[in-house]
């Protein structure tokens, strides 16, 4: 399995959910069933030299975007198995001085 090295700008973006199934009933009463945790999401920037951005879009593309998971150690964590979310990635280039593309990771359970 690949491994991403990449180091994303300080700013990112976490996300945590919680599967709950709501059963509303006509009498206004509901049931709720917690269906465990959803997977660990991460919104991550770069930028950089546009050679350096260049080889992120390259690892985007060897791994056909969404389609295969690779290794990835998120901000203050340890390694895990992720994918990125989007099957479509946008990078910016500014001139030859820099570049910045954004990509948001997703935990394989």
């Given at each position: 399995m690949a491994t991403f090295t990449a180091t994303p700008l300080y700013a990112y973006q976490r996300g945590i959910?919680?599967?709950?199934l709501v059963t509303e009933f006509e009498s206004g009463k509901e049931q709720r069933k917690y269906l465990g945790v959803r997977a660990r999401t991460w919104t991550v920037g770069f930028r950089d030299t546009p050679a350096a951005i260049k080889a992120i879009e390259d690892f985007y593309n060897d791994r056909k975007g969404s389609f295969e998971a690779f290794t990835w150690t998120p901000?203050?964590?340890s390694a895990i198995s992720v994918r990125f979310e989007e099957g479509s990635m946008t990078v910016n280039y500014y001139g030859t001085h820099y570049a910045e593309c954004e990509v948001t990771m997703r935990e394989i359970l």
């Open positions: 959910n919680h599967n709950v901000p203050g964590g």
